[in-house]
């Protein structure tokens, strides 16, 4: 079983910055990759941004591409979510998430899934 902790969420005026972590526990033998999704009210959850675990290459949402970074930490199990000049629409609860083999990470559907923490942006 593997649990995924989140951090770091909360309220932030517009043009703000927060970082996001989230920590990988339990019984991991495979990561491929891992990153985040959001979902803000009313709204399906959608792809944000993920790092692969081996080479590091990252991938972003067009709507977050020059604004968010993400990275991390293979000894932790850890992965960052840098926000910069966030806006009104970046809103929502923020997932952390787990890809354990190829298929998954290449359709971007994640194997695990973390409880979320909530990014208001909001003067």
């Known amino acids: 079983q593997v649990q995924l902790v989140e951090s770091g969420g909360g309220l932030v005026q517009p043009g703000g910055s927060l970082r996001l972590s989230c920590a990988a526990s339990?019984?991991?033998?495979?990561?491929?990759?891992m990153g985040w999704f959001r979902q803000a009210p009313g709204k399906e959850r959608e792809f944000v941004a993920a790092?692969?675990?081996?080479?590091?290459?990252?991938y972003y949402a067009d709507s977050v591409k020059g604004r968010f970074t993400i990275s991390r930490d293979n000894a932790k199990t850890t992965v960052y979510l840098q926000m910069n000049s966030l806006k009104p629409e970046d809103t929502a609860v923020y997932y952390c998430?787990?890809?354990?083999?190829?298929?998954?990470?290449?359709?971007?559907?994640?194997?695990?899934w973390g409880q979320g923490t909530q990014v208001t942006v909001s003067s």
């Open positions: 790092i692969s675990w081996s080479g590091g290459s990252t």
């Open positions: 339990g019984t991991i033998f495979i990561i491929y990759g």
């Open positions: 998430n787990m890809y354990r083999g190829m298929s998954s990470w290449v359709n971007k559907s994640p194997d695990y």
